[in-house]
């Protein structure tokens, strides 16, 4: 069987919650000889213990398995700090206000590194009462589009899903928008500063 948790991990995360591994032992209704052989190699939790186990280090699965514990420091929840994650196999797009730990249909995603935007990218924008106009002028072929265009301030995130064969172009609420952001199916994110608002 692969090592689906090392006992390092476990080790690690148990000493960080100030814990014995009799505690650790008791949350989970094991002894805590398992839980030894469990951080020295010598044997793994069932899997069915990998949700309790989670819980009771007060990490994902995800986090549980791959090792790498996210650790949010952006508690203000500032959303001029948001991440976007695409997945690659259905197209998903998510965000996150901080460092987070996101899989999509197995995939671990990586958070994307938005370019400036360029001249194949040029985000236009046009202020049309309280509203930002954004306007992508790229191909939208079944194959290489724009597939969502967003607009970020610090209390939201407004995203609009682009489709092919339709048009690269959204409206937002232009209240303290700081950047607008447009996704390449083939080039990835791409980041511009919003138009300042004129009152």
């Not at 398995?65 to 650790?71: A, C, K, L, P």
């Not at 360029?118 to 509203?131: A, F, K, N, P, Y």
């Not at 967003?150 to 939201?156: E, H, L, Q």
Request: charged share 25%; proline share 4%; net charge negative.
């Amino acid at each position: 069987m692969n090592q689906y948790v090392t006992g390092a991990t476990i080790k690690e995360l148990r000493e960080r919650k100030a814990m014995t591994q009799a505690d650790l032992a008791g949350k989970l209704s094991v002894s805590d000889k398992a839980v030894s052989k469990w951080e020295t190699g010598k044997g793994y939790p069932d899997i069915t213990l990998l949700e309790p186990l989670a819980q009771a280090l007060g990490v994902s699965i995800a986090e549980l398995i791959s090792g790498n514990t996210v650790v949010n420091t952006n508690v203000s929840a500032n959303m001029a700090r948001c991440k976007f994650y695409v997945c690659p196999v259905c197209g998903n797009v998510l965000a996150s206000t901080g460092e987070a730990s996101i899989s999509c249909h197995g995939v671990e995603l990586m958070p994307l590194e938005p370019d400036d935007s360029d001249e194949c990218h040029m985000i236009s924008m046009e202020q049309v009462e309280d509203e930002l106009f954004v306007q992508v002028d790229h191909p939208m072929t079944k194959r290489h589009y724009i597939s969502f265009l967003a607009a970020v301030s610090p209390d939201r995130v407004q995203l609009v899903k682009t489709y092919p064969e339709s048009n690269a172009e959204a409206r937002f609420k232009i209240d303290q928008v700081s950047a607008v952001y447009a996704y390449c199916n083939k080039d990835g994110l791409f980041r511009a500063n919003a138009i300042r608002n004129r009152s």
